[in-house]
T-cell receptor, first 115, second 115 residues
Framework: AQKITQTQPGMFVQEKEAVTLDCTYD???????LFWYKQPSSGEMIFLIY??????QNATEGRYSLNFQKARKSANLVISASQLGDSAMYFC????????????FGKGTKLTVNP | ETGVTQTPRHLVMGMTNKKSLKCEQH?????MYWYKQSAKKPLELMFV???????ENNSVPSRFSPECPNSSHLFLHLHTLQPEDSALYLC??????????????FGPGTRLTVL
């Protein structure tokens, strides 16, 4: 069974600094996709970034980058130049690309950006 | 309207009431999902519809009844709910199929309180 582990219940960062949110995953599949979502207090889940298991380059989207280490089964999210609006819950998720539409989520990390 | 919309945003109902949650996606996707998010628990997949047919039901109690009349609309009919059903209900959509990352895009959620 697939499993996502986010070991940091809460993280704090100073505005304008970079922060890394950890995510490890467990799967026996060779083909899979990894996702990060942001959930502000309003509740909406906002898609941030995607990494395919066969992608050779680490994914980047603006201030977000994904540090993908396949051998270690980790997919950490790096947020550069943190902003106050980055304060939210962050969820790592994985989908098996073998035919299932199911997305498995971690428990999330609450990020607080301090001024 | 753009993206995924959900109505109502907030709902308070008694255990004997019948209500429905509505989700509409404006992204041209072919798959839609219902998730339940309870406090301090990972996101739980409830139902998946792909090409308007239900493909997954994660053993959800029968007091939750989904309906997908077309690829753009998804409903969740609620009846005789329990207080433990109080949660944030999130709808998502994706373009499922070969060559797609199948990224799920979420609506803002309906915050349900069962009295």
């Amino acid at each position: 069974a697939q499993k996502i582990t986010q070991t940091q219940p809460g993280m704090f960062v100073q505005e304008k600094e970079a922060v890394t949110l950890d995510c490890t995953y467990d799967t026996s599949d060779q083909s899979y996709g990894l996702f990060w979502y942001k959930q502000p207090s309003s509740g909406e889940m906002i898609f941030l970034i995607y990494q395919g298991s066969y992608d050779e380059q680490n994914a980047t989207e603006g201030r977000y980058s994904l540090n993908f280490q396949k051998a270690r089964k980790s997919a950490n999210l790096v947020i550069s130049a943190s902003q106050l609006g980055d304060s939210a819950m962050y969820f790592c998720a994985m989908r098996d690309q073998g035919g299932s539409e199911k997305l498995v989520f971690g428990k999330g990390t609450k990020l607080t950006v301090n001024p | 309207e753009t993206g995924v919309t959900q109505t109502p945003r907030h709902l308070v109902m008694g255990m004997t009431n019948k209500k429905s949650l509505k989700c509409e996606q404006h992204l041209g996707h072919n798959a839609m999902y219902w998730y339940k998010q309870s406090a301090k628990k990972p996101l739980e997949l409830m139902f998946v519809y792909s090409l308007e047919e239900r493909v997954e039901n994660n053993s959800v109690p029968s007091r939750f009844s989904p309906e997908c009349p077309n690829s753009s609309h998804l409903f969740l009919h609620l009846h005789t709910l329990q207080p433990e059903d109080s949660a944030l209900y999130l709808c998502a959509s994706s373009q499922y199929g070969q060559g797609s990352t199948d990224t799920q895009y979420f609506g803002p959620g309906t915050r349900l309180t069962v009295l």
